[in-house]
Nanobody
Framework: QVQLVESGGGLVQTGGSLRLSCAAS????????MGWFRQAPGKEREFVAG????????YSAESVKGRFTISRDNAKNTVYLQMNSLKPEDTGVYYC???????????????WGQGTQVTVSS
């Protein structure tokens, strides 16, 4: 089992920045690929970014490329999502997830956090 706890969400104005953190505990964190998904009201959960267990390769949704950066610190069992140039359409609940490999579908992951709310005001 892997337990994931997100933090760092909040309310920010358009153009602002936030950094989300996801602290993992339980089984070996470094053995898992990590991802961030988000879900806006009335919409399906969507892939935002992913990172391989080694941290040597990252993946991002087209909608966030150039603005969001995923990173991880295996020594701290933590994955981060740096979000810059935020837009109102980035609003939603952001979920941290862990799985055997990076994928863009939620079913490809085994463990999920409870989520943290991000609200971008216009």
């Amino acid at each position: 089992q892997v337990q994931l706890v997100e933090s760092g969400g909040g309310l920010v104005q358009t153009g602002g920045s936030l950094r989300l953190s996801c602290a993992a505990s339980g089984r070996t964190f470094s053995g898992y690929a990590m991802g961030w998904f988000r879900q806006a009201p009335g919409k399906e959960r969507e892939f935002v970014a992913g990172i391989r267990w080694s941290g040597d390769r990252t993946y991002s949704a087209e909608s966030v490329k150039g603005r969001f950066t995923i990173s991880r610190d295996n020594a701290k069992n933590t994955v981060y999502l740096q979000m810059n140039s935020l837009k109102p359409e980035d609003t939603g609940v952001y979920y941290c997830t862990a799985g055997p490999r990076v994928g863009k579908q939620s079913y490809e992951y085994d463990y999920w956090g409870q989520g943290t709310q991000v609200t971008v005001s216009s």
